[in-house]
């Protein structure tokens, strides 16, 4: 039962699972649609770039091979699975070596954590948690495919830029919990999203991503933002470069408040996912085994340990 990384020898198992995979990463399937066939072949003819597929052999031919993807940035802090493949042999025993496998070769990468998004009570849900995986979050994401109607107010909301990175790190701090900011801490680069001011103050910040299949949007919305469907209306209409591709507005635990607003819009929902992470490392404090000497001939600090010389 080795586990190994895709080569040659594996088309014939891509290509018998082209209809049969069960994908991991909500914002690039839906952006980009389902690029097995793609991202395996850059996998194979370009590690460089980040997308890595793993392969488990069947046992003794009783068992289909098991695909699985990660994609992991340079410098990110995390990995996100993209896709295992197929269904029918996500078995623990099966996906643990598996998962095993790709979270040393990401953690070769440099990568701290490997992220998942999946459906509640899906067999990969059931699989991953008894491979290691625990939830940090929950989401559900809306399509929307119509255009609002009618006329709105005009409100303030204009494209980010990096004098917005601060206010956008304040907002995120403020609304987003402790552990889903251990997990995926903000990034200090330029914003790429719509920000809105009231009073000079940010209420609202929704983070865009696109692909050619649809626009990803994560809405970051105070509480004290009044009129919220309004805000949703006026914000899809000034969204730059929509087409008529459809809208993804992904919705986390922790602003489910934003549902009604959303459900106003026209947009259907989809079913609830589980976030998930498996910690590649433990980080720990780094203990000091020794005193340090005062400097320059001044006094030790009083929470200084001291250290005791026995004459022997």
Same mark, same amino acid.
């Given at each position: 039962m080795s586990v190994r990384l895709f080569d040659w020898r594996d088309l014939p198992a891509l290509y018998r699972y082209r209809h049969k995979t069960v994908y991991l990463d909500s914002a690039l399937l839906l952006t980009q649609? $389902? %690029?097995?066939?793609?991202?395996? =072949? !850059? /996998?194979?003819?370009?590690?460089?770039?980040?997308v890595v597929t793993c392969v488990k052999d069947?046992?003794?031919?009783?068992?289909?091979?098991?695909?699985?993807?990660?994609?992991?940035?340079?410098?990110?802090?995390?990995?996100?699975?993209?896709?295992?493949?197929?269904?029918?042999?996500?078995?623990?025993?099966?996906?643990? $070596? %598996?998962?095993?496998?790709?979270? =040393? !070769? /990401?953690?070769?990468?440099?990568?701290?954590?490997?992220?998942?998004?999946?459906?509640?009570?899906?067999?990969?849900?059931?699989?991953?948690?008894?491979?290691?995986?625990?939830?940090?979050?929950r989401q559900r994401i809306w399509r929307l495919t119509t255009r609002p109607d009618g006329t709105t107010p005009i409100l303030n909301w204009r494209m980010a830029n990096s004098r917005d990175s601060l206010p956008i790190r304040s907002l995120y701090d403020s609304l987003v919990p402790g552990l889903v900011q251990q997990i995926e801490p903000f990034v200090s680069q330029k914003p790429h999203?719509?920000?809105?001011?009231?009073?000079?103050?940010?209420?609202a910040f929704v983070e865009i991503k696109y692909g050619r299949s649809g626009v990803w949007v994560l809405p970051f919305i105070h509480p004290d933002a009044q009129d919220v469907p309004q805000h949703f209306t006026e914000m899809i209409k000034k969204l730059p470069g929509?087409?008529?591709?459809?809208?993804?507005?992904?919705?986390?635990?922790?602003?489910?408040?934003?549902?009604?607003?959303?459900?106003?819009?026209?947009?259907?929902?989809?079913?609830?996912?589980?976030?998930?992470?498996?910690?590649?490392?433990?980080?720990?404090?780094?203990?000091?085994?020794?005193?340090?000497?005062?400097?320059?001939?001044?006094?030790?600090?009083?929470?200084?340990?001291?250290?005791?010389?026995?004459?022997?």
């Open positions: 649609g $389902p %690029l097995v066939f793609p991202g395996v =072949l !850059v /996998s194979y003819l370009a590690p460089s770039m980040g069947g046992q003794h031919g009783r068992q289909p091979p098991l695909l699985g993807q990660f994609i992991h940035l340079n410098g990110s802090a995390f990995s996100h699975l993209t896709f295992l493949s197929p269904p029918e042999a996500l078995e623990p025993e099966q996906v643990c $070596p %598996l998962i095993e496998h790709m979270m =040393l !070769v /990401s953690g070769e990468r440099g990568a701290l954590r490997l992220l998942a998004d999946v459906e509640d009570g899906s067999p990969a849900f059931e699989a991953l948690r008894k491979c290691g995986f625990a939830i940090y979050n999203g719509l920000v809105y001011y009231q009073g000079g103050e940010l209420l929509r087409k008529n591709r459809p809208i993804y507005i992904c919705i986390r635990s922790h602003q489910s408040w934003l549902e009604p607003a959303i459900e106003e819009l026209g947009a259907d929902s989809g079913p609830r996912q589980a976030v998930m992470v498996r910690q590649l490392v433990v980080q720990q404090k780094a203990a000091r085994l020794f005193a340090l000497p005062a400097l320059e001939g001044g006094q030790a600090e009083i929470t200084a340990p001291i250290a005791r010389l026995e004459r022997h």
